[in-house]
């Protein structure tokens, strides 16, 4: 059976677009490790961060790595904070090919800035909070089997070069 694709990368990096085409194309489901947590606790991931705290989410998350990683031949687009703990990448790994899809804080600012729902951007300087966690969580990151780049508008670069790599 195929391994599973697996994409990280930081909030706004194209993630969730390019899961659905990588599925669309390849014909395989596709699953998003936001949609699980929202779904086990009834809860958008705002009000999860909201009522019960990061690290509660990140103990969610951790389990549904855990649970999404038994699977196979699957996409699974991963939550931008994915990385912060350090079982889930061999968790993940275990079982498919890790994606980092590298987009530049500023460029990733322009993209979310106009959105309301990432709890961890509702902050007075989004574009210093961006610069600061990209920082921090890049060396996670790099640990990706492949970093794609995914700075240009069209998702067609990142998802040409996804399909060929897995050829
Ligand atoms: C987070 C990214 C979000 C979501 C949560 C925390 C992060 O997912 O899991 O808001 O820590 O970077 P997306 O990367 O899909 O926006």
Redesign the pocket.
Known sequence: MAKNIILIG???SG??MIARELGKRLKRDVIAT?DLAQAKEGQI?HEI?KSKGEAYFRDL?HDIIKEVSLRQGIIIDC???VVLCQENLPHLKSNGIVFYLQATPEVIYERIKNETH???LKVPDPLGCIKE?YNQRLPLYNQADFTIDANSASIEGPVAEILERIQ
């Open positions: 930081f909030m706004g993630k969730s936001d991931i961060f998350e939550g931008g904070g990432r709890p961890l966690l």
